[in-house]
């Protein structure tokens, strides 16, 4: 049986292609890479040798718990930029924190709605200050909902080389 190998781009629709450009490249550090010719706006983004993020500008309706995750370099340096921003959405997912395996994580949205979670490697240094912020939350999220279906582990990572 074939079997998917990798995820080569995501495509996130938005409302406003040029501020999401400008969000994506300069407070994420993405690329820009050459789309093809489409009739309509779209841009292209590199992630790394191997993945993308996709942008196309329509009228559409944004999901409020579907997400993307970003591992970036800094996390530090990446919540005061989107604490200061006014861009880190708590409703969804709950509070910035630390998961079990040590990455840290938060969820963010992007000028069109869109919810983007900014993880960190675990083990990175962490500035003790967002220990101490309104927006962090010790232990993962609980939703009340009680219903524990699904493929779980106390070992479980957002990072198969840490496995």
């Known amino acids: 049986m074939a079997k998917a190998v990798k995820i080569n781009h995501v495509a996130l629709v ?9 969000f994506y490249e300069k407070e994420l550090g993405l690329e820009p890479l050459p789309a093809f010719l489409f009739d309509y706006p779209t841009a292209f983004f590199k ?53 079990p ?24 240094e962490i500035d003790p200050k967002i220990f101490e912020d309104e927006l962090f939350k010790a232990g993962i999220y609980v939703s009340g909902r ?6 779980k582990s106390a070992d479980a990572t957002l990072y198969h080389d840490r496995v």
């Not at 938005?14 to 400008?22: F, K």
């Not at 009680?146 to 493929?151: A, E, H, T």
Request: proline share 3%; glycine share 8%.
């Open 14 to 22: 938005v409302s406003n292609l040029e501020a999401a450009c400008e």
């Open 101 to 124: 395996d040590g990455a840290m994580q938060m969820f963010v949205r992007d000028p069109s709605g869109n919810l983007v979670e900014i993880s960190s490697a675990p083990g990175s």
């Open 146 to 151: 009680n219903d524990f279906r699904g493929y």
């Open 47 to 99: 992630f790394n040798e191997e993945q993308q993020l996709h942008l196309t500008e329509w009228e559409d309706t944004y999901s409020f718990r579907g997400h993307m995750c970003v591992q970036v370099d800094d996390f530090n340096t990446v919540f005061s930029r989107m604490k200061e921003l006014g861009v880190i959405d708590i409703l969804p997912w709950g509070k910035v924190r630390q998961l």
